[in-house]
């Protein structure tokens, strides 16, 4: 079955430092997403991207972070400078088409940031 | 209204009993009810899913029951198994957007 895959698995920064998380969205997939789960929280929503722009983002998503598909099979997720609440599992996601049409969501086994 | 509010927050059962997960929500544009397995230490990955024109939906031992006037939804899991031990998060999503709404997570523990 097609994946999501993601690296790093964890990563330990340094507060104030950047940090960028990489995917690989499902080859013939046109919508990506970044999700994070502090721990032991519910999953929260950061950003969807599609046609190359973000479509929607939430309040978390502040200038302090920014997605890039920088080539053709690549999304990645670029926190500038981290902050010790950016401590969370990050989880990249996509989907075929738009999750409204009912179309599944498929979510990558994510990255877990630890900022000290 | 934008939350999914579940509960409980951890629930035990027995091998080869019901596991019963409930969500409520306010949001009336909400059309699609989506329920996630996490094990520890990977992605929620879908389980089952509803839409709001039905009133249940069968998977193997997995079911949806939706009460659309009541504005809830619960995951049934039948003959429950320890290898159903996970993470359980309802979702719900609707209107022009493709942001899921999570809900807060049941931890769902199978005894043998």
């Known amino acids: 079955e097609p994946e999501v895959t993601q690296t790093p698995s964890h990563q330990v920064t340094q507060m104030g430092q950047e940090v960028i998380l990489r995917c690989v969205p499902i080859?013939?997939?046109?919508?990506f997403y970044w999700y994070r789960q502090i721990l032991g929280q519910k999953v929260e929503f950061l950003v969807s991207?599609?046609?190359?722009?973000?479509?929607?983002k939430s309040e978390i998503f502040d200038d302090q972070f920014s997605v890039e598909r920088p080539d053709g099979s690549n999304f990645t997720l670029k926190i500038r400078s981290t902050k010790l609440e950016d401590s969370a599992m990050y989880f990249c996601a996509s989907s075929e088409t738009e999750v409204v049409a009912g179309n599944t969501i498929y979510f990558g086994e994510g990255s877990w940031l630890t900022v000290v | 209204q934008q939350q999914v509010k579940q509960s409980p927050q951890s629930l035990i059962v027995q091998k080869g009993g019901i596991s019963i997960i409930n969500c409520a929500y306010e949001n009336t544009a909400f059309d699609y009810f989506p329920w996630y397995q996490q094990f520890p230490g990977k992605g929620p990955a879908l389980l089952i899913a509803i839409r709001p024109d039905v009133s249940e939906k069968k998977e193997g031992r997995f079911t949806i029951s939706f009460n659309k006037s009541a504005k809830q939804f619960s995951l049934h899991i039948m003959d429950s198994q320890p290898g159903d031990s996970a993470t359980y998060f309802c979702?719900?999503?609707?209107?022009?957007?493709?942001?899921?709404?999570f809900g807060t997570g049941t931890l769902l523990a199978v005894q043998p």
């Open positions: 979702a719900a999503l609707g209107g022009a957007t493709n942001k899921l709404i």
């Open positions: 080859s013939n997939h046109l919508y």
């Open positions: 991207f599609y046609n190359n722009e973000i479509s929607e």
